[in-house]
């Protein structure tokens, strides 16, 4: 069956330092991947999607994330953290099952940044 | 892109009674889901909802307990059926754009609903 693990629940990083989340998928065929960011007391925000081609995604707010076949891996990074940046993070991948697209999501890590 | 706004954006309900959860979309949209978000946990399908057609629901969730409507392309309503504490979630309303090979999937604020 379709899943996402996302390792960490809690990650806490200092503001201006470098940012990994991990996600790992389980999907039979070539996923559609995102990442979405849940600010507090907000909606869920698109980070960024890989379906295909170049394997290194390019997000909004200076995310990125790259697809590794070989690892099951579609993990989220950003060079300097801001405070902005504490909320929860979600990985999803597509599920083209049935005829139409529904999202799986990880369990979400949670990041929080110190001044 | 997609504007999607949920009414109510909260509400604290006594056990036994039941909600009605309203989503309106800015664009007409084929696929509409409803999600729900129970505390501090991911987000979980509920159900399916296209135009013209009976909702399709996932496994753990029943038409008797979460009723949805689709009358139009812009429009859906998810009733949560006679509520208990557990049913205490935030409800999201999610639409899907496509684009050129691709799509995205909206979501809005949410409904925070919380069972007394």
């Known amino acids: 069956a379709q899943s996402v693990t996302q390792p960490d629940i809690h990650i806490t990083v200092s503001e201006g330092a470098s940012l990994e989340l991990r996600c790992n998928y389980s999907y039979g065929a070539t996923p559609y991947l995102f990442w979405y960011v849940q600010s507090p007391g907000q909606g869920l925000q698109l980070l960024l999607k890989y379906f295909s081609g170049d394997t290194l995604v390019q997000g909004i707010k200076g995310f990125e994330a790259e697809f590794k076949r070989s690892q099951s891996s579609f993990n989220l990074r950003k060079p300097s953290v801001h405070w902005s940046d504490a909320a929860e993070y979600f990985c999803a991948v597509g599920d083209r099952a049935g005829g139409y697209n529904k999202l799986i999501f990880g369990a979400g890590t949670r990041l929080a940044v110190h001044p | 892109s997609a504007v999607i706004s949920q009414k109510p954006s909260r509400d604290i309900c006594q056990r036994g009674t039941s909600l009605t959860i309203q989503c309106q979309v800015d664009?007409?949209?084929?696929?509409m889901f409803w999600y729900r978000q129970q505390p501090g946990q991911s987000l979980t399908l509920i159900a399916t909802?296209?135009?013209?057609?009976?909702?399709?629901?996932e496994s753990g969730f029943v038409i008797d307990k979460f009723p949805i409507s689709r009358p139009n392309l812009t429009f859906s309503t998810l009733t949560v059926s006679n509520m208990s504490p557990e049913d205490s979630s935030i409800y999201l309303c999610?639409?899907?754009?496509?684009?050129?090979?691709?799509?995205?999937?909206?979501f809005g604020p949410g409904t925070r609903l919380t069972v007394t």
């Open positions: 999610s639409v899907v754009a496509r684009e050129y090979l691709t799509y995205e999937q909206y």
């Open positions: 909802a296209n135009q013209g057609s009976e909702a399709t629901y």
């Open positions: 664009s007409q949209v084929t696929m």
